[in-house]
């Protein structure tokens, strides 16, 4: 069963370009910039985690934080595995990036 969880997003081509959610205790950023070399958008996301606060400014409307606060990456995933609601502008199924998240977890944990 797919855990469908709610996102915001800035950018949309074919899909969100830039996602913010609140997954598992982080706030994570998905990102799939344009590469203009390719002529086209990144074939992945790149995922980073951002502070708390900026869920609560992205759900009020403020992507003010976007290329000012500081990021950790967590890995990249393939945009074609993720898989959104049918408007592609509420919920994606979190299952695609489970693996990144449990990687990452263990990692701070290891102090790694």
Partial sequence: MPQMIP????GFWDVPRHIVTEYRGHVLLLQSEFDDELDDYAAN???HTLPESVWKSV???DWSFYGKTPMSEVGQIPVSSVSFDPSRR????ASCIDDLINKYDAARRSGA
């Fill in 59 to 61: 759900q009020e409307g």
């Fill in 45 to 47: 996301y790149t995922v």
């Fill in 90 to 93: 509420k919920e994606f199924d």
């Fill in 7 to 10: 996102f915001r997003y800035g």
